[in-house]
């Protein structure tokens, strides 16, 4: 799905990211962990398309995205389903029409699937709350609907669980396995939570200082349910 080689980001002559080489495979579960300032968001940023390498190569299926065209990298972000730590729910809009953005910004609305979605993270009793009568878990289980709707591909999460509690922490993180199962999207998972991505991920990506210092191969996790 993406191959990083010798990826590095300078912002004003500093390393933001150095040296990264990484390989995710379609249809996997990878975490990227370190501490704050490790470079995390930086290499988000590139996975998403937001910011491009300093130097060093992105593959994103089979295509190196320096040589393809702003068009061709619009449908990529398409691929791709984000989930922040602050779920970004727009607080005039309730469960329903939260999760049914996406949709509706392209003209593309399907009763069908939000209602699907809805039923998927277990909200039907709540599809016509606003964020602001939702705990915390409900918000991000919105989000998580909400970035499934157009069918990505890719799933990036930003600290997506990291102002959860422990029990709501473990509802996404069962979500997130299902997700990756029966929907067969690839996730990647950056958290400075390294109990979060042990649980969660196959192969977990130690960052600091910008730099790849370890890749923990964490097979038999994942298959746990
Ligand atoms: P993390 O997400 O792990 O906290 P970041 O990617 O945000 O790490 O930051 C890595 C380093 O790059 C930090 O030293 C940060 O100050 C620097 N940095 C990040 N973004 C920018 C930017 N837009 N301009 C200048 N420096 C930046
Ligand atoms: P069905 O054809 O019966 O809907 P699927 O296995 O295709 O069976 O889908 C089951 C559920 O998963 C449905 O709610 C569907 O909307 C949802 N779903 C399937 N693929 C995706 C995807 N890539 N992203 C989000 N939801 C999906």
Redesign the pocket.
């Known amino acids: 799905m993406y191959k990083l080689e010798n990826v590095s980001?300078k912002?004003?002559d500093?390393?933001?990211?150095k040296n990264f080489s990484l390989t995710v495979e379609p249809g996997s579960i990878t975490g990227i962990v370190?501490?704050?300032?490790?470079?995390?968001?930086?290499?988000?940023?590139m996975l998403n398309f937001i910011e491009q390498p300093t130097e060093g190569e992105i593959i994103f299926e089979d295509k190196e995205i320096n040589h393809v065209s702003k068009k061709i990298i619009r449908k990529y972000k398409e691929k791709i389903g984000m989930v922040f730590q602050n779920y970004n729910l727009l607080n005039n809009l309730n469960v329903y029409q939260n999760i049914a953005l996406p949709l509706k910004i392209i003209n593309k609305e399907d009763k069908h699937k939000v209602n699907e979605l809805i039923e998927f993270v277990g909200l039907e009793d709540k599809i016509n709350s606003y964020p602001a009568q939702l705990s915390g878990g409900e918000k991000q289980r919105v989000a998580l609907a909400r970035s499934l709707v157009r069918n990505p591909d890719i799933l990036l999460c930003d600290e997506a669980t990291s102002s959860l509690d422990e029990h709501n922490t473990e509802i996404i993180i069962k979500m997130l396995k299902n997700i990756n199962k029966e929907f067969n999207i690839t996730i990647i998972f950056?958290t400075?939570e390294l109990n979060v991505v042990k649980q969660l991920c196959e192969q977990v990506c130690v960052?600091e200082d910008?730099q790849l210092l370890d890749i923990i191969e964490n097979r038999t996790k994942s298959v746990e349910q």
């Open positions: 980001k912002y004003n500093k390393f933001a990211v370190g501490k704050s300032g490790s470079g995390k968001s930086t290499l988000l940023k950056v400075h960052m910008g």
